[in-house]
C-alpha cells in the first residue's frame, strides 16, 4: 500500500480533530520510532527545514544527545511550525550545537559537519515540499549528497515530490529512509529513497 500526500494529511487531521491527539505527541511517536531505528551510530548531523519534517529532526537531535551522540543541527529558514518551535525550545536546553543555515557562508560549517559525522539526517522538506528546489536550499541538497558520509532521510528525500515522486530540480539521494506511517506514493520503486522502514505514528487509518 502507498498514500497520496493528501491521504497522509486526512489521517493526521482525524488523528487532531477527531481524537483529540496533539501534533506535537504525534512528531514525538516519529521522533522515537527513528530513534529506535538509527541510534546505532555515534554522530549525526541533522538538516532541517522550517516545517513539521523540520521538527521530526528537532525532537530526534534530543533523543540522541540524551542518549549522548555527538550531534550537529542546522535549521533552514524562520521556524514556521508551532511543534517545531516548541521542539527547538526544549532542544536549546540540551546543546548549543545548533546553527543557522541561511546564507552560502554557512555552507562552510555545514561541510565540515558532514564529513566529520558518520550520520546526515534529511529534515528538509517531508510532505510539504510544494514547489521547486532552489538558491540555498538547492546548494544546501547538493552538499550533502557531495560532503555525506551515510545518508537518512525522515519520511521523504528532500525534493521528492510525495505523489509523483518527480524530483524538484533536486534531491537528496538517501541511503535509507525513514517514512512516517506508511510509504508515500512517489517512493514506489524509487532509488532516491534507498532502503525504506516505516516508523509508527501512533494514530488509525482512514
Ligand atoms: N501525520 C503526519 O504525517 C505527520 C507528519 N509529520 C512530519 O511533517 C511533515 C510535513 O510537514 P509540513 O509542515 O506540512 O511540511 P514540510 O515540513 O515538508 O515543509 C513545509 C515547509 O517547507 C516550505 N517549502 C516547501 N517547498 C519549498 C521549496 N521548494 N523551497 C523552500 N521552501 C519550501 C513550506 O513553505 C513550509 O514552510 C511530514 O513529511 C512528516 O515528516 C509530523 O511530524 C508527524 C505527523
Ligand atoms: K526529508
Redesign the pocket.
Known sequence: MSLLREE?FE??RR?TEIHKIR?IL??EN?ALGIFNEINKYDSYTIVC????????GVALARHLLIDKRDVDIFIM?EP??E?LIENLEILRTFTNNIYKLNEEEDLVKLVDSLEVNEVTVD?I??????????GI?EKVIEEINRHSNYIIS???PSGVEANTGEV?NTSVIANETMT??EIKKGMVDNELCGKVTTIY?G?PGL
Open positions: 497522509m489521517i493526521d488523528a501534533p504525534l512528531m516519529v527545514g522550517n516545517g513539521n519534517n523540520g521538527g521530526d529558514g514556521q511550525s511543534e529534515c522538506f517531508g510532505i510539504g515540499l510544494c514547489r521547486d528546489v532552489r536550499f525522515i519520511d521523504i524538484l512516517v506511517y505514528l494514530v
